[in-house]
């Protein structure tokens, strides 16, 4: 899967972001039980109160992006092989009504390759730096449901059923049923606390 995007507005609105970024947590989920394993988390009460949520992504290489929703819209960093120089002057561009985000430690902002952000009232999606030739590993995002499975398939080296997977993305719901097409060594009880985590439900 081609997991670059060449402009940040290939990005979808910032609610299907959120959509698709708990659909990847969701199947990650499913098709591996071990969390350090994952490449895709999403934590829905990342402030224990309801009000903001948290999308990871990790590739075991150092690659990584964080995304932080609140209900003034998202802002998120993102880490490839190279990280600019002065990540804390570029972090200053963001609008202070990210501010949460701006001081989160767990999100390693010293370490960032660029910083993408876009609140409820902007048109489009602002990155900074906005000069580079492409936006890595975001065409997880991009190809939402699609491009997970080309990718899944090849990562846990296993077949995925496509119909299962879109519905699975579609209504960020899993049956028993749905479950032991994906996943038949787990139980909708095994998957309590991921849904929870990420769904809230």
Request: overall charge negative; glycine content about 4%; some cysteine.
């Amino acid at each position: 899967m081609q997991s670059n995007i060449n402009n940040i507005n290939e990005l979808p609105s910032i609610n299907k972001v959120k959509k698709i970024l708990q659909g990847l947590a969701l199947m990650d989920a499913i098709l591996m039980p071990e969390w350090e394993y994952r490449f895709f988390s999403y934590n829905c009460n990342w402030d224990e109160k309801g009000n903001e949520s948290m999308a990871s992504m990790r590739d075991g290489e150092g690659n990584e992006y964080f995304l932080y929703f609140s209900d003034l819209g998202v802002a998120g960093k993102l880490l490839f092989e190279n990280q600019i120089q002065n990540p804390l002057s570029i972090l200053e561009k963001i609008p202070d009504i990210f501010e949460s985000f701006k001081n989160e430690v767990a999100f390693n902002l010293n370490h960032t390759t660029f910083f993408f952000w876009r609140s409820y009232q902007d048109e489009k999606w602002v990155v900074s730096p906005n000069n580079l030739k492409f936006y890595p590993l975001l065409g997880f995002i991009k190809n939402s449901y699609k491009g997970y499975q080309q990718w899944a398939e090849n990562y846990y080296e296993r077949d995925i059923d496509s119909k299962t997977l879109k519905e699975v993305f579609t209504f960020l719901s899993v049956n028993s049923e749905q479950l032991s097409i994906l996943n038949s060594e787990l139980t909708l009880e095994d998957l309590k606390e991921d849904m929870e985590e990420i769904l809230g439900k």
